[in-house]
């Protein structure tokens, strides 16, 4: 072991308890004694933890760098004192250290520590996990952490100061004591000098301590005592000596007692310069300030006296210059604030204000002599700005008082531009840039008080005092933020001003004089600040400008915003040719605009104010035209639109003069903007202006026509305008050949055409306007044919014929209704018509044409039908139907159009009606049935085409056929004639029948039948015959279709029509066999609907049989089996024996039941099978049950005899369904029995026979 100091065992028991608070078992006595090895030669708290966690094998790449760090340390000092010539035993106590640290890093530290060898690089490595993946040399040990947290040494080292402070508390404690209960009897002085006593002990001992080594802190704690105790000495001789009874009012106490602790808190902060006790000086300075005010001034003059405040700190800052008062500048502005706080209770109609902010002004403006801080200049010169602006209360704000601020502002200019005047004071005293506004507030917001009373001048003149400041200002040293102001404060001066001169409207003018004013700093480079965000002080200018024009008129005479609106255009468009202001150009454009105007109804033009506006575009493309104009923005931007909303505006204006002179005024504003619109086509490619052109043309000329002619032929004279117009192209096409214009020219013209038209139907048809009018619109289409020159003029060729066409075929009409011709001659008319556009259906170039042509074609009989005069002479009119038919028919022959024989077959349909009213018919069911002959005829015909022409034509025909019998169909239904419609539907039956079998339709084939059932039906229906006689019809349409599907099948073969016969037959087939189980009264006893149904199913059963062979479907086979023992049912009920009838379908389906198991040809599910026989067994024995279960002694016979006869035969099929069955029958005739056995002998005998049976 070492000479080093040994611990005691309090040591060794901290240093276990801490290796098991690091969880270092199972080796903290190893952790323990490895840490306590280090202490013991003087090692750090920090190496010894690295140790321990190291011997407990939990050592970190930071342990092993702590304790090679101490021992780098440890050996720096050995070669420091080696040098230095130290004492051996000295160095030998270090070396020992060093050994025990080299020991610690080695992995076996249990040897002795007087021989130690540096343990070798690997064997550290492997002796501390994750050390030998880190090599090279460890950096320099971080800095050691700092000791643990101890109460003991806590109290350890500062014992005396606890001691002293207790001490100190004590006495604290027992003076009160004495105060409150010891001194009980005591006069008041007493117990003040008690108080006192103690503060001065307390201050004593403090001084005393101070002065002996060790005790520095106490005598610290000692004075602070005596420094907070000093109060309390005032306020017990306050309370204590009652000097409140003795004539010492609070303010005279609180001031002599702060003083006191402020001159014993200066000397403090002085001596033991300590920033504390100066900041409790401060604070016994303020209430020393504010106590002695209220003891002098009174409570209304304490603000007065408490804002001397900032020369009072600045003065005993600068008489005491130390760094314990370096907080006295803001207990200056606290002063500051106390004052303004304690001046706000009152009103400021007196003094008080003013002489505080006078006061504080000359207190800052000391304060800075003394000590030159920004600040305080500028808090001065700020509460010189509100003293004189305080004033106007008691001085009052009227008398223009307000000019006061003003006044103060005009040195602060001086000083803020121009310091230099004054040396080194003017820099001392330079105010902020924001002074100035502070002042112009202040003045403004006494001149608008000041206006609010009355004195209608006064925001006037305060408004041009503050721009004659910041044009001083501005003057002495240009800025931008002065240049803001000084711009607002021109305009909202020139508002004022107006309005003090009581001018009225006209201030909007006056204010749009700023506006200029505005533009005059882009002359001069030098006004440069005054241009910045121009663009927002010229539109707030305007806002302004427009804010007072309220209450103006748009009357003759008023010019008012005639002017302010002209002026603010001339000051938008000054900026415009400077380049400034975003869309000044526009902006002047559009206020010269509205000038405009106002300046129309200003000359007293309402009545025709709209050819006078209309004048306005002419100006705007004159001044775009002219050369030395166009080189300005304010003369071309955004020019056309302009022009176009002139126009607009303009147009809308013409229609608040007089109604009676509308026309006119129309006339005249399109007549120059036609002038302005043509003048820009020429010289302008814009993709609006031909129409616009073209528009206002038409429009004008137009106009001119609703004037001059009458209103009859008003639309006629529209439509004539446009055919004129189009002349006029027509002759100047050449030299107005621009893009565009021809389209415009003719979509426009085409529109006026229209509203011509539009204008003629005004009246009841038919008049020669109307003729005229719509003649004029073809003629105008054809002419613009003729005159196509640019696309898309030329693809729309074909249209404009056909529609040309089609308005002279319009005109033609209306002239024949003028003239009242009849249908004889009408028809003439029709068939001139019809046979021109046929042959330009045949000939015509495009499919536009063809199809016109074919169209009106097809109209011709409708129209000669419809025509609303004498149908006279008839027959001339019937023939002349059937000439169209044949028109239309050749027509569509000629030309390929297989779809056209259906309007001419419907043509003939007028014809036979016509033809009717010739002959003299007039009975309705004379005329449907022709009606259904035609619709036969023309269904016939359509199956002799299909010989010579391809289906499609066919088709069309009996389409039309079709139609022609729904139609007669639902007139016969309508005047009840069911037999002639049952006759014709089972005439038309074998068409549609013959019509589908040619075209090979499966899909038609139904409607054969059905046509032919309905018709069957509604024969049936008229003579009132039986419902059974209804499935009977159905039946027979039934197996008729199944044999014409099987005569199909001998020449066609497999053939989805064959196909469709077969389903369709067989369906219908069965419908009507299966409806008689739906009819039950009539498929009674020896009734005709029982032997039908009987019938119907044993045809079924011979259909299905040779349905089965025929086609190969072996199904079939069975369901005849089935039909035909179902047949039997309905013999049964025949001969009246229904309990009978069930017997058949049982045994039917019995035998379906056992032949499909011996059937290889079909192959059925052996559950299906069994289903079948189970299903047909009870159908047998059902019946003979139910009455067995009643106790009917025959039936029970007869079930035993059944169940035998059935178990017999399942024997012999080896049928295990039939033998379950016969069993059941068997069993529950059995149990039936026994009940009845003993009343019933002879049912012994049944029962032998049964059992002989089996």
């Not at 006209?506 to 965000?533: D, I, K």
């Not at 305007?542 to 002026?567: D, E, F, K, R, Y």
């Not at 305008?721 to 100047?732: E, F, I, P, Q, S």
């Not at 049912?1129 to 032949?1155: H, N, Q, S, T, Y």
Request: charged fraction near 15%; include cysteine; hydrophobic fraction near 60%.
């Amino acid at each position: 072991m070492s000479d080093a100091p040994t611990h005691d065992g309090d040591v060794d028991r901290q240093w276990h308890e801490w290796a098991r608070g690091q969880l270092l078992e199972p080796h903290t006595d190893e952790a323990a004694e490895a840490a306590l090895r280090l202490l013991r030669h003087g090692a750090t708290t920090p190496a010894a933890m690295a140790a321990a966690r190291i011997a407990a094998r939990r050592g970190t790449i930071a342990d092993l760098k702590q304790l090679e760090g101490e021992r780098t340390w440890i050996q720096s000092v050995i070669e420091d004192l080696g040098r230095a010539g130290a004492p051996v035993d000295l160095i030998a106590r270090y070396s020992a250290r060093r050994a025990e640290v080299e020991a610690a890093l080695s992995p076996d530290w249990r040897r002795p520590a007087t021989a130690p060898a540096p343990a070798p690089a690997p064997q550290l490595a492997a002796a501390l996990p994750g050390v030998a993946e880190a090599g090279g040399a460890p950096p320099a040990p971080p800095a050691p952490p700092a000791a643990p947290f101890s109460l003991r040494d806590l109290f350890a080292e500062n014992s005396v100061l606890v001691l002293a402070s207790l001490g100190a508390f004590l006495l604290v404690v027992a003076t009160v004591l004495f105060e409150l209960y010891g001194s009980v009897g005591l006069g008041g002085e007493a117990r003040v000098g008690a108080v006192a006593a103690l503060n001065l002990i307390f201050a004593v001992a403090g001084y005393l301590a101070r002065r002996r080594p060790g005790l520095q802190s106490v005598g610290h704690i000692y004075i602070a005592l005596a420094a907070v105790l000093l109060p309390l000495v005032g306020v017990a001789a306050w309370t204590f000596l009652e000097l409140g009874h003795r004539g010492v009012t609070v303010p005279q106490a609180v001031a002599i007692t702060s003083s006191a602790c402020m001159v014993v808190y200066g000397v403090l902060a002085r001596r033991l310069d300590l920033r504390p006790y100066g900041e409790l000086a401060g604070v016994a300075v303020l209430l020393a300030l504010f106590s002695a005010s209220d003891w002098i001034g009174g409570d209304y003059w304490t603000a007065a006296g408490v804002a001397a405040g900032p020369l009072v700190y600045a003065a005993w800052e600068w008489i005491f210059r130390a760094r314990v008062f370096a907080d006295f500048r803001w207990f200056g502005h606290a002063s500051a604030l106390v004052a303004l706080g304690a001046a706000v209770r009152y009103q400021p109609d007196g003094w008080l204000w003013t002489v505080t902010l006078a006061v504080l002004a000359l207190s800052y403006l000391a304060a800075q002599a003394l000590a030159v801080r920004r600040e305080r200049a500028w808090a001065g010169e700020a509460a010189a700005i509100l003293a004189a602006s305080a004033a106007s209360g008691p001085l009052g704000v009227g008398g223009g008082h307000f000019v006061l601020p003003f006044v103060v502002a005009v040195p602060l200019i001086v000083l803020s531009r121009q310091p230099e005047l004054l040396g080194r004071y003017g820099e001392m005293y330079r105010p902020h840039v924001a002074h100035l506004h502070l002042a112009v507030v202040c003045g403004l917001g006494l001149a608008t008080w000041a206006y609010a009373l009355g004195e209608e001048r006064s925001l006037a003149v305060g408004l041009w005092i503050a721009f004659a400041l910041y044009s001083a200002d501005f003057y002495a040293e240009a800025s931008a933020l002065t240049g803001y102001t000084l711009r607002a404060a021109l305009v909202l001066a020139l508002a004022a001003t107006g309005r003090a001169l009581d001018l009225g409207a006209w201030t909007a003018a006056v204010a749009a004089l700023g506006l200029l004013a505005y533009a005059v700093p882009y002359t001069r480079e030098s006004m440069a600040p005054l241009r910045r965000h121009d663009s927002l002080f010229f539109y707030g200018a305007l806002v302004v400008v427009v804010a007072n024009l309220a209450g103006s008129v748009v009357a003759t005479g008023h010019w008012q915003i005639a002017a302010a609106l002209a002026i603010s255009a001339v000051g938008f468009g000054a900026a415009a040719e400077f380049g400034a202001v975003r869309y000044s150009p526009l902006a002047a454009r559009g206020l010269f605009s509205l000038a405009w105007f106002a300046g129309v109804d200003a000359a007293g033009a309402q009545g025709w104010r709209g050819p006078f506006d209309a004048v306005l575009a002419l100006v705007y493309v004159m001044a775009a035209q002219v050369r030395s104009l166009a080189r300005h923005q304010v003369a071309s931007a955004s020019r056309r639109w302009f022009v176009h909303g002139g126009a607009a505006i303009s147009l809308a204006l013409c229609f608040t003069g007089s109604p009676d002179e509308l026309w006119w005024r129309l006339a005249a504003a399109l007549a120059v903007i036609a002038v302005a619109y043509w003048w820009l086509v020429l010289t302008r490619d814009e993709p609006e202006l031909p129409w616009l052109a073209w528009s206002s043309a038409a429009g004008g000329a137009a106009s001119v026509a609703m004037a001059v002619i009458p209103d009859r032929w008003q639309g006629a004279a529209v439509a004539g305008v446009a055919v004129a117009l189009t002349g006029g192209w027509y002759a100047v096409r050449q030299v107005l050949s621009r893009k565009r214009l021809p389209t415009a020219g003719f979509i426009v013209l085409t529109v006026l055409a229209a509203a011509g038209i539009d204008l003629a139907m005004r009246e009841a048809l038919p008049t020669w306007p109307q003729a005229t009018a719509f003649l004029l619109a073809a003629g105008l289409l054809a002419a613009w044919s003729l005159l196509a020159s640019e696309a898309p003029l030329p693809e729309w060729r074909p249209y404009q014929r056909a529609a040309a066409s089609f308005l002279g075929v319009i005109a033609t009409l209306i002239a024949c209704g003028v003239l009242q011709l009849n249908s004889g001659l009408f028809g003439l008319v029709a068939i001139a018509l019809a046979a021109a556009h046929a042959e330009w259906s045949v000939r015509g170039r495009t499919e536009v044409e063809r199809w016109y042509a074919a169209v009106i074609t097809v109209a011709a009989a409708p129209a000669l039908y419809l025509w609303p005069y004498a149908h006279e002479p008839a027959a001339l009119v019937a023939v002349e139907l059937v000439v169209i038919a044949a028109l239309v028919a050749a027509t569509a022959v000629r030309s390929g159009r297989w779809y056209g024989a259906y309007p001419a077959v419907l043509a003939l349909v007028p014809a036979l009606r016509v033809a009717f009213v010739a002959a003299g018919v007039t009975d309705d069911r004379v005329i449907e049935n022709g009606f259904a002959v035609l619709a036969w005829v023309a269904g016939f015909a359509g199956l002799g085409l299909r010989t010579r022409f391809p289906n499609r034509w066919a088709w069309s025909v009996e389409a039309a056929a079709a139609s022609i019998a729904v139609v007669t169909l639902t007139a016969m239904a309508g005047n009840n004639d069911p037999d002639a419609a049952g006759i014709a539907l089972l005439a038309f039956a074998p068409l549609v029948y013959t019509s589908a079998m040619q075209d090979r339709l499966r899909w038609a084939i139904p409607f054969a039948p059905a046509a032919a059932f309905i018709g069957a039906a509604i024969l049936l229906a008229s003579r009132s015959a039986d419902t059974i006689l209804y499935a009977a019809a159905l039946g027979v349409v039934g197996l008729a279709t199944w044999v014409l599907g099987r005569a199909a099948f001998a020449f066609l073969g497999r053939h989805p029509v064959v196909d469709m016969h077969r389903y369709l037959g067989l369906g219908t087939l069965v419908a009507a066999a299966g409806s008689g189980f739906f009819f039950p009264t009539r498929t009674g006893a020896f009734s005709l609907g029982a032997a039908l149904a009987a019938f119907a199913l044993l045809v079924n059963g011979l259909v299905f049989w040779l349905d089965s062979d025929t086609y190969k479907f072996r199904a079939g086979r069975y369901a005849a089996i089935v039909a035909t023992f179902t047949a039997a049912f309905f013999g049964a009920r025949f001969v009246d024996m229904r309990p009978w009838e069930l017997i058949g379908p049982g045994i039917g389906l019995e035998l379906v039941g056992i032949l499909l198991r011996q059937d290889a040809q079909l192959r059925v599910d052996m559950w299906l099978r069994r289903a079948c026989v189970a299903f047909g067994l009870l159908l047998v024995m059902g019946w003979a049950a139910a009455q067995t279960l009643q106790g009917d002694v025959w039936w029970l016979v007869v079930l035993l005899v059944e169940g035998a006869l059935t178990v017999a035969i399942s024997v012999g099929l080896r049928s295990s369904t039939m033998l379950a069955a016969g069993g059941l029958a068997l069993a529950f005739a059995s149990l039936r029995a026994m009940l009845l056995i003993a009343a019933a002998g002879y049912l012994f005998i049944a029962f032998a026979a049964v059992a002989i049976v089996l």
